[in-house]
């Protein structure tokens, strides 16, 4: 598949690029993505949850009132989850989320994932650029020349730029990552997928078998 490479300014450069079929143009595995974005969602959570059981707490064992006579249920402890207070039935209690999947399963979630993007004519492919200074009106052009605004923008590179690193931190919807640690996940959250030319390549030689 040929795609037309853009410059920064968002015009039509004379140079093509031939994206890899069997990474951008497979039939998608949805089961896959699924496993790959649960896994991905998982490791984000902190686990840290946590609530008491009756031995946990501190409180007298008295008893609160004569065992028959009163015409309510017997009451043998303050800590009792039925009080306000009292301890918790079955609660949550810290937890890895994390699991296991392979590596070809995950590769194959990212092939199906980009080439979901294709398919929506999600992924424009730009040259390798960078600013002068780091300035968010920088980025915001860009955004206006690739006709981006109100999307979620994700920006493919080979290496951390700084400038444009720091141009865009100031933009809730732009995001840059570099090709070594795409995900499933960003790859689908995101509404268009900005390539630099050298991520491309990148892209393909990660995900080659």
């Known amino acids: 598949m040929e795609l037309t490479i853009y410059n920064v300014s968002g015009a039509l450069t004379d140079r093509k690029i031939n994206l890899d079929d069997a990474i951008f143009g497979i039939e998608p595995n949805d089961h896959a993505i699924y496993l790959d974005v ?25 008893k609160l009132k004569k065992q028959k006579g009163t015409g309510g249920a017997r009451a043998g402890s303050i800590k ?17 989320y994390d699991f296991k999947l392979n590596k070809k399963l995950k590769k194959l ?14 992924i424009i492919v ?15 052009g860009l955004i206006k020349n690739f006709k981006t605004e109100g999307k979620k923008l994700l920006l493919v590179t ?41 991520s491309v390549k990148e892209i393909e030689s990660i995900h080659a078998n």
């Open 109 to 122: 979630a990212r092939k199906s994932a980009l080439s979901y993007k294709v398919k929506d004519d999600g």
């Open 38 to 62: 649960k896994q991905f969602m998982a490791n984000r959570r902190q686990g840290t949850h946590s609530s008491k059981e009756k031995s946990q707490l501190t409180g007298s064992t008295r």
């Open 158 to 198: 080979t290496n951390v730029d700084m400038n444009v690193l720091l141009s865009s931190r100031n933009l809730a919807k732009v995001k840059i990552i570099q090709a070594s640690d795409l995900n499933t996940y960003e790859i689908l959250d995101a509404g268009c997928l900005l390539l630099t030319e050298s």
């Open 126 to 140: 730009v040259e390798d650029f960078t600013f002068e200074t780091p300035k968010t009106k920088n980025f915001t």
């Open 80 to 96: 009792s989850p039925l009080f306000k207070g009292g301890a918790r039935v079955f609660g949550p209690h810290p937890r890895d």
